[in-house]
């Protein structure tokens, strides 16, 4: 796996918090990447703006889902399976991930909505072209 920083090896590493990947270019590049207890990647490594949008989508999908539960989490990760090409938030590119929050702040209810996520759906429309595609609705 490369590191999608700087472009050399990822290894597979052990921490105490459990396994990881670690860019061997490390000290000059700190790129790390999540493995599951088996070794496997978590999703697909990203580069810094892909990791932000990604947990910008987490945060949208937190606030329609309220997956402080399983079962909450569980709806998010169907809607998503149903939703997007891949069904996973860390399977997604920057352009899937884009769209998706543009949709999604679409489904959050205006009262509800932050400053901060009132500015990125402003951001969006002016810097989006084409027509965002429908993902489906989580209604």
């Known amino acids: 796996m ?3 920083v700087c472009g050399k090896e990822m290894v ?8 990881f990947y670690g860019c061997t270019g490390y000290p000059e590049c700190k790129t790390t990447h999540g493995a599951h207890p088996d070794g496997s990647p978590l999703g697909i490594p990203a580069d810094k703006e892909t990791r932000e949008l990604r947990i910008k989508v987490h945060a949208l999908l937190e606030k329609i889902f309220n997956y402080k539960d399983k079962q909450g989490r569980n709806r998010m990760y169907s809607w998503l399976k149903e939703n997007t090409s891949k069904g996973h938030i860390s399977m ?3 352009d899937e991930l884009t769209k998706l929050i543009k949709v ?4 959050i209810p205006k009262d509800d909505r ?3 996520e009132k500015q990125e759906e402003a951001w969006l429309n002016n810097n989006c072209e084409g ?3 429908d993902y489906g609705g989580a209604e």
């Open 114 to 116: 932050t400053v901060f």
């Open 2 to 4: 490369l590191c999608p």
């Open 131 to 133: 027509k965002i595609e």
């Open 92 to 94: 997604l590119d920057k």
């Open 104 to 107: 999604v702040s679409e489904k």
């Open 12 to 19: 597979l590493k052990k921490s105490k918090f459990g396994l």
